[in-house]
């Protein structure tokens, strides 16, 4: 079983940053694949990023593209996620999410994620 803890969350103005954090616990086997994803006032969660912490790989959704980054954090066992140049459509409660694997094909299908976090908000306005 897998625990994941979002913080970093917030209010901020258009073209701003914010950085997330994401903390894991429990069986590493369970979380070679973390992601974040964000799901906002009546749309469908959304995939945003997918990061592997063993070789370090991270992909990217077109929309988020060139702003945000995932990597590891400064924390132990924990993800962020870096927000820059941040527009209204970002704004989202998102999630961190843990996979055992997750293929090419499904690096942002949210139904591929085992464990999930309880969520953050994020504003831009």
């Known amino acids: 079983h897998v625990q994941l803890v979002e913080s970093g969350g917030g209010s901020v103005q258009v073209g701003g940053s914010l950085r997330l954090s994401c903390t894991a616990s429990?069986?590493?086997?369970?979380?070679?694949?973390l992601a974040w994803f964000r799901q906002a006032p009546g749309k469908e969660r959304e995939g945003v990023a997918t990061f592997y912490t063993g070789g370090g790989a991270a992909y990217y959704a077109d929309s988020v593209k060139g702003r945000f980054t995932v990597s590891l954090g400064a924390a132990e066992d924990s993800v962020d996620l870096q927000m820059n140049s941040l527009k209204e459509d970002d704004t989202a409660v998102y999630y961190c999410?843990?996979?055992?694997?997750?293929?090419?094909?499904?690096?942002?299908?949210?139904?591929?994620?085992?464990?999930w976090g309880q969520g953050t908000q994020v504003t831009v306005s």
């Open positions: 429990g069986r590493p086997s369970k979380r070679n694949c």
């Open positions: 999410a843990a996979a055992s694997f997750c293929p090419p094909e499904h690096l942002f299908v949210a139904d591929r994620f085992d464990s």
